[in-house]
């Protein structure tokens, strides 16, 4: 018969999972800088706020791979108020090589470590997951409409980063520029089976002072996004496949994103792999202030 105590420690481990499956459509942001904006007098409130007021259910908040006491402190406090709020919280990770094995992929590895013993550490403000944002495209010999020499590389890291979160009960997530969808069937089941989320970082489509009508930009994005999911998905049927979010950026729409969001949600009713949408990002809402 288990303990009390093991019954609560069990029920935490399982509770972000819990949180993951929970109706409806995502709706992240992402939030850089995370030691210079935690600084800030009522930064907690403030993001806060914007969650509340922007509908969104999840943030990913950079974690340096060492962080001081007192980021720490103002990590465990965000947690602590957007877990309140209903907000998950997911660690985000950074890297440009850590495709590559060695040092690279081994440092990543010690970061994702970090997230956990974060968490040992502080039990009751645990984060809910992990976000990779791995750029192996950023390099030169990466470069270029359809190189995908790396894919092989970048599926490792992801599997191996998937054992320490699998294990630790925590969400996985990783962001992906389109190139990584045109590759061939055996290319993108190898991506798509290789963690359970994957966000669609889907760039550039329009800019806000482009000229083009509200329903003009709406209509292009709808249009992109659906041809985006159908490629990803296409011949490969199974339920072990990521569910993709899609991605928007402040700078292609401007004031006009939360509509633009809102048609994504709209038109993406009913379709098993939309898990929703993310923007692109909390520090320019700041820079706007």
């Known amino acids: 018969m288990m303990s009390i105590p093991c019954a609560l420690l069990a029920l935490a481990l399982v509770l972000p999972a819990a949180a993951a499956d929970r109706?409806?459509?995502?709706?992240?942001?992402?939030?850089?800088?995370s030691s210079s904006v935690l600084q800030e007098p009522s930064a907690v409130e403030t993001l806060d706020q914007f969650c509340r007021s922007s509908a969104i259910t999840e943030i990913y908040i950079s974690v340096p791979s060492q962080y001081s006491a007192l980021e720490g402190l103002h990590l465990a406090q965000l947690i602590t108020q957007l877990h309140a709020s209903g907000v998950r919280v997911e660690a985000l990770l950074s890297s440009t090589n850590a495709d590559e094995p060695g040092a690279a992929r081994t440092k990543l590895l010690?970061?994702?470590?970090?997230?956990?013993?974060?968490?040992?550490?502080?039990?009751a403000q645990r984060f809910d997951g992990v976000h990779l944002d791995?750029?192996?495209?950023?390099?030169?010999?990466?470069?270029?409409?359809?190189?995908?020499?790396f894919l092989p590389g970048l599926v490792q890291a992801y599997r191996a980063?998937?054992?320490?979160?699998?294990?630790?009960g925590l969400t996985l997530n990783a962001d992906i520029q389109n190139k990584l969808l045109k590759g061939d069937l055996e290319q993108r089941r190898l991506l798509?089976?290789?963690?359970?989320?994957?966000?669609?970082?889907l760039y550039e489509l329009s800019a806000a002072d482009d000229g083009a009508s509200a329903a003009e930009k709406k209509d292009k994005l709808l249009q992109s996004s659906a041809n985006f999911l159908k490629l990803?998905?296409?011949?490969?049927?199974?339920?072990?496949?990521?569910?993709?979010?899609?991605?928007?950026?402040?700078?292609?729409?401007?004031?006009?994103?939360?509509?633009?969001?809102?048609?994504?949600?709209?038109a993406n009713v009913g379709n098993p792999h939309y898990l929703g949408w993310a923007?692109?990002?909390?520090?320019?809402?700041?820079?706007?202030?």
């Open 23 to 33: 109706s409806g459509p995502v709706h992240g942001l992402w939030v850089w800088k």
């Open 110 to 123: 010690d970061h994702v470590q970090s997230i956990l013993q974060f968490n040992r550490q502080h039990p």
């Open 134 to 149: 791995i750029e192996p495209q950023q390099r030169p010999e990466n470069k270029g409409p359809g190189n995908l020499e």
């Open 161 to 168: 980063v998937r054992v320490l979160t699998d294990r630790a």
């Open 192 to 201: 798509l089976s290789s963690v359970p989320r994957l966000t669609l970082m």
């Open 232 to 266: 990803a998905y296409q011949d490969l049927p199974g339920p072990d496949l990521a569910r993709m979010a899609i991605a928007l950026r402040t700078p292609d729409y401007g004031a006009l994103l939360p509509q633009m969001l809102a048609a994504l949600d709209a």
């Open 279 to 289: 923007r692109h990002s909390y520090n320019d809402v700041l820079k706007g202030q």
